[in-house]
């Protein structure tokens, strides 16, 4: 997986031998959310507008989280290939405000290979600096960020079984 930080810009990308309609039901499905990253289901409507939510784990909520774990506004939406999101940490983070999220899925990605499909993960957090080294990882009490979540995704798609089994 290759990952750039920034304090403003975040870019992750995985290669995922699955198709990108797949990783898409992962991403916009309660079914699979809550099976990878730190688990939670995921609540989307899907037209330009519409509502995002991911609730908290039931982990999470134990240590304290609150029920809703990410909202925000779904801006773009073309199944399967590209998602974009106003998203905001709705607990303990919700003081830096709306970022932007995009999920672009390329079919194909490594020399045209059909059933390798590659998911970047654009993450623009202009002034959320501790959301920024909260997603790249660099919180140890907090989980490893993006770099955790993608791989988590990468192999229950690939395996069947979540990361943490």
């Known amino acids: 997986m290759t990952t750039a930080t920034s304090t403003t810009t975040q870019v992750h990308r995985v290669f995922i031998k ?61 199944p399967p290939s590209k998602l974009v999101l106003k998203w905001r940490m709705a607990m303990d983070l919700e003081n ?16 045209n290979q059909p059933g390798i499909s590659r998911l970047t993960v654009t993450h623009e957090l202009e002034g959320a600096p501790n959301l920024a080294a909260m997603v790249a990882g660099q919180v140890p009490q907090a989980g490893g960020g993006w770099p955790w979540i993608l791989s988590s995704l990468k192999t229950l798609l690939e395996t069947g079984a979540s990361l943490e089994a």
């Open 96 to 111: 830096e405000g709306f970022t932007r999220l995009t999920y672009v899925i390329d079919d194909g990605a490594v020399d």
């Open 18 to 78: 699955a198709t990108p309609e797949a990783i898409w039901e992962a991403i916009t499905s309660p079914e699979w959310s809550d099976r990878y990253g730190y688990g939670g289901a995921v609540e989307v409507d899907l037209r330009p507008g519409g509502d995002f939510k991911q609730y908290s784990s039931q982990a999470m909520r134990e240590y304290g989280a609150p029920d809703v774990a990410v909202d925000g506004e779904v801006i773009e939406a073309d």
